[in-house]
């Protein structure tokens, strides 16, 4: 038997955003790195791995997780704040999904796709690193709050034990 369900999100499941403290905060940002010299702008694009995490140990151990892969496709904004140091948002439509199969049930198939607005900011360092033969290359390290908005998902499942078959 198969179940298809889709999760969309109402007025009363929204997360709700203090406005005026998001706005502050950008602004904040802005009037601080109107002084940086250097800004980069972008576009990014590229897959991603996901892997389910279950924390129920029963259900664990009767389910085999298959990583599956996702894409994401953006714009990417950086602020130089010093020498070394970047200050880095993007703009990100992403979209994640996960495959469980029973261990227990071999017809079991559980297939979700989610799609999400995401707004990483990092603030990065530049690392330059030198490497045989005089090559010189520049590495970035980075780390920072991601906010992912939940726009929607599908997904089915297969199972020999759903019960309502009609």
Request: hydrophobic share 40%; proline share 3%.
């Amino acid at each position: 038997m198969r179940l298809h369900y889709k999760h969309y999100f109402s007025g009363a499941n929204k997360v709700r955003i203090p406005i005026k403290q998001l706005a502050l905060l950008i602004f904040s940002l802005a009037v601080t790195n109107a002084s940086a010299q250097v800004i980069w702008a972008g576009f990014k694009a590229g897959i991603q791995a996901n892997i389910a995490k279950i924390d129920d140990n029963h259900f664990r151990d009767s389910v085999k997780i298959t990583p599956t892969l996702g894409f994401n496709i953006g714009g990417v904004i950086a602020f130089k704040v010093k020498d070394r140091y970047f200050l880095q948002s993007e703009y990100i439509f992403s979209l994640k999904n996960k495959t469980i199969k029973g261990k227990l049930d071999p017809d079991l198939v559980d297939r979700i796709t989610y799609y999400y607005a995401e707004l990483p900011i990092l603030f990065t360092r530049q690392f330059k690193v030198q490497l045989g033969g005089g090559k010189n290359f520049k590495c970035y390290a980075g780390a920072g709050p991601n906010i992912a908005y939940l726009l929607g998902g599908n997904g089915n499942v297969n199972s020999s034990e759903i019960i309502g078959e009609r």
